[in-house]
T-cell receptor, first 113, second 117 residues
Framework: DGGITQSPKYLFRKEGQNVTLSCEQN?????MYWYRQDPGQGLRLIYY???????QKGDIAEGYSVSREKKESFPLTVTSAQKNPTAFYLC????????????FGQGTRLTVV | SQQGEEDPQALSIQEGENATMNCSYK?????LQWYRQNSGRGLVHLIL?????REKHSGRLRVTLDTSKKSSSLLITASRAADTASYFC?????????????????FGQGTILTVHP
């Protein structure tokens, strides 16, 4: 099946630890995105990438890092510098920066314990 | 910063009624899109309207776009209990906008729609 896969679905992290969220797509899409969603809120853009080996900061990039070494993969690392990391994280992809109809993964719920 | 803002924040209606949600945005756009999210799940794309279009239909969905007012509306006709979800608008800048903002897809706060059987 073609699609976009996020793992794990639930993740628990101790304060002070870095954690990496996985996002893989087999849609052959050039563009990929990471969003954060807090309860009852909209989506806020963390990072986005239009092409392999290139990515841009979104509106709330502080405390996060990404890499785009392969077209199909766009992992997000939540670092200890992120002061309030507990949230629902959504990854998406689109054909490219012109055709931006986005396909979403099912999300990763991160909880700091 | 949020590019789009939806109105109302929450909407409660009876099955069979129409539901209208509005979205306002701040800067020039390439497209405006509407998405649906069921609780705790990823978003699903509903419909896209380009900046040079004024109205678009898809099944029970009707979207309008007024670029002079920087606003869009989503109408769901003959609503069903299964339409209960959150609805978000999303915009991306013109791809000749320059800089690194092209393809930056940003979302609004969403409207929570509840359809009672």
């Amino acid at each position: 099946d073609g699609g976009i896969t996020q793992s794990p679905k639930y993740l628990f992290r101790k304060e002070g630890q870095n954690v990496t969220l996985s996002c893989e797509q087999n849609l052959n899409h050039d563009a990929m995105y990471w969003y954060r969603q807090d309860p009852g809120q909209g989506l806020r853009l963390i990072y986005y990438s239009q092409i392999v080996n290139d990515f841009q900061k979104g509106d709330i990039a502080e405390g996060y890092s990404v890499s785009r070494e392969k077209k199909e993969s766009f992992p997000l690392t939540v670092t200890s510098a992120q002061k309030n990391p507990t949230a629902f994280y959504l990854c998406a992809s689109s054909i490219n920066h012109v055709n931006t109809e986005a396909f979403f993964g099912q999300g990763t719920r991160l909880t700091v314990v | 910063s949020q590019q789009g803002e939806e109105d109302p924040q929450a909407l409660s209606i009876q099955e069979g009624e129409n539901a209208t949600m509005n979205c306002s945005y701040k800067t020039s756009i390439n497209n405006l899109q509407w998405y649906r999210q069921n609780s705790g799940r990823g978003l699903v794309h509903l419909i896209l309207i380009r900046s040079n279009e004024r109205e678009k239909h898809s099944g029970r969905l009707r979207v309008t776009l007024d670029t002079s007012k920087k606003s869009s509306s989503l109408l769901i006709t003959a609503s069903r209990a299964a339409d209960t979800a959150s609805y978000f608008c999303a915009t991306d800048p013109p791809y000749n906008a320059g800089g690194t903002s092209y393809g930056k897809l940003t979302f609004g706060q969403g409207t929570i729609l509840t359809v009672h059987p």
